[in-house]
């Protein structure tokens, strides 16, 4: 059983920055992959970023140049760098960490809200 705990989400105005991040805990072997999706009043959840591990970093089309998302596998920790925030980027955020690749067993955390507004 694996444990996320968001933390970082908050109101910021358009064009500011800010920050999540999120530790997993519990009985972890290894990650396939930790990311961040995030979900709009009204509209369905979309991945926003994820890492895979030694590999490469993917972003949605939306979110490229502007967010960043690195980890910390000492910590068990990923990290969502976001900068130049517009208001449609307003949406409860969400990590993910994957464990296993053919059998996947994916653990979320419970979600924090960013608003981005003037």
């Known amino acids: 059983q694996v444990q996320l705990v968001e933390s970082g989400g908050g109101l910021v105005q358009p064009g500011g920055s800010l920050s999540l991040s999120c530790a997993a805990s519990?009985?972890?072997?290894?990650?396939?992959?930790m990311g961040w999706y995030r979900q709009a009043p009204g509209e369905q959840r979309e991945l926003v970023a994820v890492?895979?591990?030694?590999?490469?970093?993917n972003y949605a089309e939306s979110v490229k140049g502007r967010f960043t998302i690195s980890r910390d596998n000492n910590k068990n920790t990923v990290y969502l760098q976001m900068s130049n925030l517009k208001p449609e980027d307003t949406a409860v955020y969400y990590c993910?960490?994957?464990?296993?690749?053919?059998?996947?067993?994916?653990?979320w955390g419970q979600g924090t809200q960013v608003t981005v507004s003037s």
């Open positions: 890492s895979v591990t030694g590999g490469t970093s």
């Open positions: 519990g009985t972890i072997f290894r990650f396939h992959s």
């Open positions: 993910y960490a994957q464990q296993g690749l053919v059998v996947p067993l994916i653990s």
